[in-house]
């Protein structure tokens, strides 16, 4: 009885409307009205002005699938994605809250009995975590939280976890509180039989994944940075769709779930390559199933590519999947748009935007993808005469750096093409032009790293990870899985 991704959404969103919550629509995921954050990366950020307590919701309960981006500001999973196997840029957060309504107590049973009971989650998988308390704070471990799993869990699968893991803060000022983590161990029986004992109660494995997140908003941080009691406490949960499909539908990686496998399965007959066989091309074509996804939701949200703010974040996330495309499954012509369709087919039930903007999504990213590899067959030319202007084995510094500003060439690409070709780059000299252009345009740069603060900025401090020299190890230095 295998469950397919749109019932598991439909249950999740059913099991809270039977707990008297009111099920809404998810917010834009790109965000036009809020200084403070460029797209949706939380489902709790549209009620925002419920914690704060300058409105009141219609409802104390609701429940809602949220579509979320994590590509910039405080929240950034772009570096890995691809690598790994849970970590998306554009995913589904699943959600609860309670507006002043329930709090613990109710937030975790609900949490156990939909995964255990409705769900069927083999208990002896699942591991919870709780905040431990934090001396320079005064703030004690949360106990109640800690006595109220008592009930559903053995004690030895209740880990404590610190102050960065499990205390949410909204930002500088405002609502916060201790969070409680669902953690799922995908190991397989055959590993697991290796361990014992204590290591088997180990959430440091990049196989134990963590799912749900239960945020009890109980204090209030003030303007002198002090913590007072919140008179009105609320619950904000989120849990990850694409993970939870993976448990229940008994998979190793979200990729192998049936959100994705229409996407690859288009992947592997559009470029020709099969997905499973070639590590680095393995992580292409989750990058490319991923990217489309962001791409296709922004633009469906009114968000084209652009060369500034939300736009050029979309843009250089279609680059990069370009760019994959290009560099590992030899894709020289346009081929993402192809996967609109499929990705429309899969997902437009439950976001019909999806097919109302079907064309319009076709005929940008089908854009994009022939000028961005017109630049890419332009930078390839220009780095053949580089090369062959060398003298010695290493290329110069400034001369990628010219190649990477002035022309759009990525400098990851460069990298792996000349280690192809025997040479090496000057990465010092890169890097220190790199690092003299950023103070160039940071003036303009606003950093911070609340939920609420995040930044709007130049394309420098919001974007620069994935093309400089780091991704280009963190490509062939990729973690197997
Ligand atoms: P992680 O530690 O795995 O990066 P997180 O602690 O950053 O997750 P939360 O902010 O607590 O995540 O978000 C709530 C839930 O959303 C997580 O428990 C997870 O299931 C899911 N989630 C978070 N980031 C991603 C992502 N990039 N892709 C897919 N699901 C995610
Ligand atoms: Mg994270
Ligand atoms: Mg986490
Ligand atoms: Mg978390």
Redesign the pocket.
Known sequence: NYMTSQEIRAQFLEFFKSKQHTIVPSAPMVIKNDPTLMFTN?GMNQFKEFFLGNSDPKSTRVTDTQKCL?VSGK?N?LE??GMDT????M?E?LGNWSFGDYFKEEAIAWAWELLTEVFKVDKDILYVTIFEGDESEGLEKDMEAYNIWKKHIPEDRILLGNKK?NFWEMGDQGPCGPCS?IHIDIRSAEEKAKISGKDLVNHDHPQV?????LVFMQFNRKANGSLESLPAKHVDT???F??LCMVLQGKQS?YDTDVFTPLLAKIEAVTKNAYGKDEEKNIAMRVIADHIRAVAFAIADGQLPSNTGAGYVIRRILRRAIRYGFSFLNMTEPFIYELVQTLSDQMSVAFPELKSQQNLIVNVVKEEEQSFLRTLEQGLQLLENVISETEGKQVSGAKAFELYDTFGFPIDLTALILRERGYTLDEAAFEAALQEQKERSRAATKVATGDWTVLIDTKDETFVGYDTLTAAVHITKYRKV
């Not at 994944?209 to 997140?213: G, L, Q, R, S």
Request: aromatic share 12%.
């Open positions: 939380a994590r929240h999973d890995e994605v849970y970590h998306h840029t995913f957060m893991d983590e994944v963590e799912i749900w997140n989120g849990m990850g694409e993970r979200n």
